[in-house]
């Protein structure tokens, strides 16, 4: 086959791919898709509105808890019960399980926002079972992480774990939610990442220099901690939105 009959075929595949669809087609699939959206934005209201000041611990599901961030983040976690908060994480194993698990320890709120994946995801134990919430989409999981932390912690992880601190980072700098305490875990591994925001973005003015204080960059669980506990000793406890 030669390069127009190639690209002609490809152009055909594009088309039916993209082939229109009547109305009732269009009906039918988007209302399915907003009714999930909003049952999903139900159920976490519903299981979310009265858990009261809670801290949301994030990382990797792939750390094992052998690991020293594994056990960082379940000490983490204790501590911030310990202090009369709350935990939320993701729901998951490695990270997020080392969050419940540390909240479970000390009898504190342990809350799961599990998503349904194809691979890693499966619910951690030690979660409280009226607190566990399934969703299938990423942005309505990521609202109820916003709307219900009055903290983040940000442990070591991968593009999940970016995902929602540049989340609400942007959120805060385009002042679409309250500010609350970003506290990133680990200087070695998140050390790299912030001399890049600082020499390049601030540099290049992408970002505002008074935008780097919007996060804290730490590397103990009881500096991780003290930095919420410090926010609060100076803000009142609020809804973020």
């Known amino acids: 086959m030669g390069d127009g009959s190639k690209k002609k075929a490809h152009v055909e595949k594009i088309k039916k791919a993209f082939k229109n669809r009547n109305w009732n087609e269009i009906k039918s699939a988007d209302s399915w898709v907003i009714f999930k959206v909003m049952s999903e934005f139900v159920e976490g209201f519903e299981k979310l509105a009265k858990i009261g000041p809670c801290v949301s611990i994030f990382g990797s599901a792939r750390t094992q808890p052998d690991h020293k961030y594994y056990q960082m983040a379940e000490e983490i976690a204790a501590k911030l019960v310990r202090h009369g908060y709350g935990v939320i994480t993701g ?56 709307r219900y932390s009055q903290g983040f912690i940000v442990m070591p992880g991968g593009f999940g774990t970016l995902d929602e601190m540049f989340e609400a980072l942007t959120l805060i700098q385009t002042n679409k939610i309250e500010k609350f305490p970003i506290v990133l875990v680990g200087k070695d591994y998140w050390g790299g990442l912030v001399d890049w925001l600082q020499e390049v973005l601030v540099k290049e003015k992408n970002i505002n220099a008074e935008d780097m204080k919007l996060f804290h960059l730490v590397e103990t669980e009881s500096e991780a901690v003290a930095v919420i506990d410090d926010f609060y000793d100076q803000y009142k406890l609020s809804p973020n939105f």
């Open 91 to 146: 729901g998951g194993p490695g990270i997020m399980e080392a969050g419940n698990k540390g909240a479970r320890s000390e009898n504190g709120k342990s809350v799961g926002l599990n998503i349904d994946l194809p691979f890693e995801q499966n619910n951690n134990i030690y979660i409280d079972p009226e607190k566990l919430i399934n969703f299938d989409y990423f942005f309505v999981r990521k609202v109820m992480f916003v």
